[in-house]
């Protein structure tokens, strides 16, 4: 499984960013597609998941109300929308595929993208 994550950038705070992240190779039945994040300094940390074939999410409790994940089956590409930015939400986004279904912790995670960078000045 490829993934190539798409939409960084540098924003405002109070902003709005979308995020997108493509899937090609290799297909799973009830895989999920999350997103992660890390901060200079910090862990990777989860932010958001959709099941593929249930279009279940999750969202880590902090960015619940300010960011949306959805998915496009034809396209195989999952976006995650960020709304109301703000300064800590500046750090490298990945994408990633689990094999496990809709899991929020990172060793759940069985493919990585390379990530892209989003950056909020306050």
């Known amino acids: 499984v490829q993934l190539q994550a798409y939409g960084g950038g540098l924003v405002q705070a109070g902003s709005s960013l979308g995020l997108s992240c493509a899937a090609s190779g290799r297909t799973f039945s009830s895989y999920a597609m999350g997103w992660f994040r890390q901060a200079p300094g910090k862990e990777r940390e989860f932010v958001a998941a959709?099941?593929?074939?249930?279009?279940?999410?999750a969202f880590a409790d902090s960015l619940k109300g300010r960011f949306t994940i959805s998915r496009n089956d034809a396209k195989n590409t999952v976006y995650l929308q960020m709304n109301s930015l703000k300064a800590e939400d500046t750090a490298v986004y990945y994408c990633?595929?689990?094999?496990?279904?809709?899991?929020?912790?990172?060793?759940?995670?069985?493919?990585w993208g390379r990530g892209t960078l989003v950056t909020v000045s306050s």
């Open positions: 959709i099941h593929w074939s249930r279009g279940s999410t």
């Open positions: 990633a595929v689990s094999t496990s279904g809709l899991v929020t912790y990172r060793s759940g995670y069985d493919y």
